[in-house]
């Protein structure tokens, strides 16, 4: 299998064809056909990366691959180049995997739909796997920049699939524009790079002598801009509100690119570009400030949230704040592993809620729902291990990222510890009132809705499971090594592209065992409280400070006061009177001035030859007196 | 003979020439006067070469006639102009049985 990574090239190439195919003939092909098609090129690349990921754990070195020049300027020389190694196949698996499992969820979840529309779905789906795969090969901030607005092209094409919707078109739309505010921001963190240290590739930049190019203000300026990047695509604080709203999108393509693959892009990047970050401490501190703030404050939305799939998307945000605070108190490991298991929870638990939206017909509120475990076992039972995974209970994948990432917290700084202690159990807390509210109780829909009930098919149903079974096994590449000496694999695989987090105090292992002990008692009392209040929930209106929370802290509100509606007063005054009095008023001024002119001087051309020669006579006894007077 | 005589009766001429134009509305007379202008400018071209030729001559031998000359250029103008501007007269006196300018404002329309 030595020459399995000269064909890395196949692994976006395959999807791109995918793509093509589903794209070109969306209207001559069989849906049985397009669904085979997008799917099969998924697996087929799957298969590859899996090649590619047994070849990649013995390099020690990461495996550039040159095809061409995408830019070469002077002394600017930017190829279009692929880079393997171990960060990047660990990304190449999940991408592949998880979205292999949701094209063929996918499958009999958009079986409703007209072929055109079903091609058109697949269509988009694999041009998104093909720029995330884009994504995390590119050997340069160049590609991986073209993958990063690919996929975001494609989440706007998806969120706006069903886009006879006015309100899904806008949602699109707000997803977009804030998505643009970051790639500004990393545009312009490419360029600086450029003009100070004149290479972007990864194994040039990440070089002692690149690094010594740049001064310590343009690295922080530069990580800086590249988190501002991070913050648009990854939905943190202040750009998270899009994602949210990308819930309009279907449910596959939530769980694929609102919460799998696209949005843990910026910790992909900033975990590649982990050297830098390492290097400016004043980032680092941001990064864990807003990853903690963002984790809190989407935690707190989440708790108020009635739309099943807000909750979740909430959850994805503040899960990603967690992330965040993983990078910024140094523990890169742990963001990527959480990046990981959040890979195969969340997308459980989207996979799950589609689920339960595809049994109830569309309804998508829980306060409708109800008493749905006994008619959708398999769902409830993926759904149940999701929420326990991402609560953090051991032995599921999600205690273990979560652990790490709470440690290196406490390590930092205890206060940090505390709130993202506090957001864990908020996790805990409203995973469960989401399950009970929605599988237990009595049922409260329609008659209607009541008799359509039903488990969905196995084309949705063995994906649930296949995901279930990697949140419960997924944390175990990462066990502690208080518990399993060498049982961290995860760090060690990782170890030729993250360095190991070189922080002075070392933690005794009885204190880990504490806190482990401690989130996980808090979590297990966090979930019988839930137990106890939303068992046999009943619909009441939030009031006072749930009424704060269920309108998400009125950050759109405020979003849409300070931001949108000033800019719409001045796009308004510049229509009204920039454009309609100054600028219409030169163009008609100077129209109606030569107008008026030319009107009065017409009167002269009277056709009395009387007046012409007496004007004649004038003219020229005025030349001769301004002869007269002006010759000297 | 003083140079004042020659200034003066070219300016009686020429005003006189000025006036009729004016005031004469008879495409005829009208076309006279402008003759008499011509022909005030004439006397006064004449009249001054007269007065410098022999200076202009002690400077520059082959100068001294320029005046005169621009007479005879003057003439020959004058005449073709006066074959064309007689044409369009009979033309007009053809076509509207009068040879009155006022009628001419007509040409606009």
Known sequence: MKNVLELVYLIPLLPLIGFLINGLGRKQLSKSVIGIIGSGVILASFVLSIFVFMQVREMSSPFIANYFDFINVGKLKIPFAFQIDQLSSLFLLIITGVGFLIHVYSTAYMHEEKAEHFGRYFAYLNLFVFSMLLLVMGANYVILFIGWEGVGLCSYLLIGFWFKKQEYNKAANKAFVMNRIGDLAFLIAIFWFILKAGTISFTDVFTAETLAKLSGTDITVITLLLFVGATGKSAQIPLYTWLPDAMAGPTPVSALIHAATMVTAGIYMIARSNVLYSMSPLTMNIVAYIGLATALLAATIALKQNDIKKVLAYSTVSQLGFMFLALGTGAYVAAVFHVMTHAFFKALLFLGSGSVIHAMSGEQDIRNMGGLSKKLPITYFTFLIGCIAISGIPPLSGFFSKDAILLSAYLKNPVFYGIALFTALLTAFYMFRLLFITFNGKFRGTHEQEHHLHESPSAMSIPLIILAVLSIVGGFVGVPEAIIHGGDKLSAFLSPVIAAPHEGHEISHSKEYFLMGLSTALVLIMIMFAWSKFKNYQRTEATGFGKVLENKWYVDELYDKIIVQPLHKLGGFLKSFIENSVVDGIVNGVGKAVNYSSRQIRLLQSGQVGSYVLLMVLSMLLVFVIQFFLRK | ?109
């Not at chain 2, 004016?22 to 004449?46: D, Y």
């Not at chain 2, 621009?70 to 369009?88: H, N, P, W």
Request: with cysteine; aromatic share 10%; glycine share 4%.
């Open chain 2, 1 to 109: 003979m003083p140079i004042t005589y020659y200034i003066l009766l070219s300016i009686a001429l020429f005003v006189i020439g000025i006036v009729g134009v004016l005031t004469r509305r008879n495409a005829i007379i009208i076309f006279m006067c402008i003759e008499l202008m011509l022909n005030a400018v004439n006397l006064l071209l004449v009249a001054f070469s007269k007065m410098h030729y022999a200076r202009a001559v002690a400077a520059d031998a082959t100068a001294g006639s320029d005046g005169q000359l621009f007479v005879f250029f003057i003439m020959v103008v004058a005449a073709a102009e006066v074959s064309v501007g007689l044409a369009i007269i009979v033309m007009m006196y053809r076509n509207i049985h009068s040879v009155d300018i006022n009628f001419l404002n007509r040409l606009k329309h």
